[in-house]
């Protein structure tokens, strides 16, 4: 069965500071590796996601770095702020479209 | 995007109830999913429910504990029957985006608490 390795369970970072996430998966069907943000109380947002035909995607202050050969992927936030602070999950898919999940980062950014 | 709406947002029911949760959806999708989601927790997909068909469920779940329908394209239900504290948790549908199946969206999900 398809995995996915998500770390750190939990960061806290200083405003101003690059928050790294990192993923590991096993598997892939689609080569489509989404990441999503989710606020307490919300259901979670699709923030970034990035197909390996290359090995970078930024999206504003969000980037996705990918490494096909070692199946890893990372989120970093540049210039983080306060209001980034939420859960993030990366997901692998398989191939009945289901997304497979991380456990998730809970990410704190400090004034 | 897709815009997703849930009912209730929250509720709060007694032990042996059933509870029946409304997603709906502003555009037609093909693929919509239920999942549940323990606070501070990651996501565990429950069931698959495509229009037209019936829902595929995932281990640990089960068609007479959680009956889903799907009567159209935009709109899906998922009952909660005969609840126990053990289901509380918080109830969430997404849905592809029709002509893109890999991106998923999700609604705001359904805080249920069972005493």
């Known amino acids: 069965q398809q995995q996915v390795k998500q770390s750190p369970q939990s960061l806290i970072v200083q405003k101003g500071g690059i928050p790294i996430i990192n993923c590991a998966y096993e598997n892939t069907a689609f080569d489509y590796f989404p990441w999503y943000q989710q606020f307490p109380g919300k259901g979670p947002a699709l923030l970034i996601a990035?197909?390996?035909d290359v090995s970078e995607k930024k999206e504003g202050r969000f980037t996705i770095s990918f490494n096909k050969s070692a199946k890893q992927f990372s989120l970093h936030i540049m210039d983080s702020q306060p209001g980034d602070s939420a859960t993030y999950f990366c997901a692998d898919m398989d191939s009945n479209y289901q997304l497979i999940w991380g456990a998730g980062t809970k990410l704190i950014i400090k004034p | 995007s897709a815009v997703i709406s849930q009912k209730p947002s929250r509720d709060i029911c007694q032990r042996g109830t059933s509870l029946t949760i409304q997603c709906q959806v502003d555009s037609q999708v093909t693929m919509m999913f239920w999942y549940r989601q323990q606070p501070g927790q990651s996501l565990t997909l429950i069931a698959t429910?495509?229009?037209?068909?019936?829902?595929?469920?995932e281990s640990g779940f089960v068609i007479d504990k959680f009956p889903i329908s799907r009567p159209n394209l935009t709109f899906s239900t998922l009952t909660v029957s005969n609840m126990s504290p053990e289901d509380s948790s918080i109830y969430l549908c997404s849905v592809n985006r029709g002509g893109e199946r890999d991106e998923q969206y999700f609604g705001p999900g359904t805080r249920l608490t069972v005493t």
């Open positions: 429910a495509n229009q037209g068909s019936e829902a595929t469920y």
């Open positions: 990035i197909r390996p």
